[in-house]
């Protein structure tokens, strides 16, 4: 009775392993989809201008000069646009109206001949002392010297950009104004380029 049993079993085995193995002939590939329309390439876009709106411009300014003798003198303006990290990735152009005409304007620092007085250099450079920064403009001559009363003073403050990952943010801010044509020592070129007022 148990070889019986054995026999049924392994019958059933055999009975459904057949039937699971069974597969029938494959049927015809379905006919292909119909193509998709293109679509359209869109134009590529201008490459845009570097960003400026942080870049400012001092108005002009006419400087109250205190002279350390007759042939130096120096002049502050205050702004809390200085800051130390501005001194830190920050760039600072000045420029001079000597006549106050706008015929004139020299990027500082700037020298020239000046009759009686000789050489005569202007320059300037940036200050942060306790809590205040600005601006401080000087200028020296080999002789006595008096600047011209209507002369202005300006200043246009660059700040890095905040994607900026350079050592020397000061040095790619101007690299990158060179690769663009503006010459820094050209008031009028750094103007347009900033789109400033002059």
Same mark, same amino acid.
């Given at each position: 009775?148990?070889?019986?049993?054995?026999?049924?079993?392994?019958?059933?085995?055999?009975?459904?392993?057949?039937?699971?193995?069974?597969?029938?002939?494959?049927?015809?590939?379905?006919?292909?989809?119909?193509?998709?329309?293109?679509?359209?390439?869109?134009?590529?876009?201008?490459?845009?201008?570097?960003?400026?709106?942080?870049?400012?411009?001092?108005?002009?300014?006419?400087?109250?000069?205190?002279?350390?003798?007759?042939?130096?003198?120096?002049?502050?303006?205050?702004?809390?646009?200085?800051?130390?990290?501005?001194?830190?990735?920050?760039?600072?152009?000045?420029?001079?109206?000597?006549?106050?005409?706008?015929?004139?304007?020299?990027? /500082?620092?700037?020298?020239?001949? *000046? %009759?009686?007085?000789? =050489?005569?250099? +202007?320059?300037?450079?940036? !200050?942060?002392?306790?809590?205040?920064?600005?601006?401080?403009?000087?200028?020296?001559?080999?002789?006595?010297?008096?600047?011209?009363?209507?002369?202005?003073?300006?200043?246009?403050?660059?700040?890095?950009?905040?994607?900026?990952?350079?050592?020397?943010?000061?040095?790619?801010? /101007?690299?990158?104004?060179?690769? *663009? %044509?503006?010459?820094? =020592?050209?008031? +009028?070129?750094?103007?347009? !380029?900033?789109?400033?007022?002059?």
């Amino acid at each position: 009775m148990k070889t019986i049993s054995k026999l049924i079993y392994v019958f059933l085995l055999v009975v459904t392993a057949a039937f699971i193995s069974c597969e029938g002939p494959m049927g015809p590939a379905g006919p292909a989809g119909a193509d998709g329309k293109d679509g359209v390439d869109g134009q590529d876009g201008v490459d845009g201008q570097d960003g400026n709106a942080n870049v400012t411009a001092s108005p002009w300014i006419t400087p109250t000069w205190s002279a350390t003798n007759s042939t130096a003198g120096n002049f502050s303006y205050d702004t809390t646009a200085i800051t130390p990290e501005f001194m830190d990735t920050g760039v600072v152009l000045s420029y001079m109206d000597y006549t106050g005409l706008g015929q004139f304007v020299y990027a /500082l620092p700037f020298s020239f001949q *000046a %009759g009686t007085s000789g =050489n005569v250099s +202007y320059f300037f450079s940036m !200050y942060y002392v306790g809590n205040t920064g600005g601006i401080s403009w000087a200028f020296n001559a080999e002789n006595n010297h008096t600047p011209n009363s209507n002369m202005k003073l300006r200043f246009v403050l660059i700040p890095a950009s905040n994607t900026s990952k350079s050592a020397n943010p000061q040095q790619e801010i /101007l690299y990158n104004l060179d690769r *663009a %044509g503006v010459d820094v =020592n050209n008031y +009028y070129q750094v103007m347009d !380029y900033f789109g400033l007022e002059y």
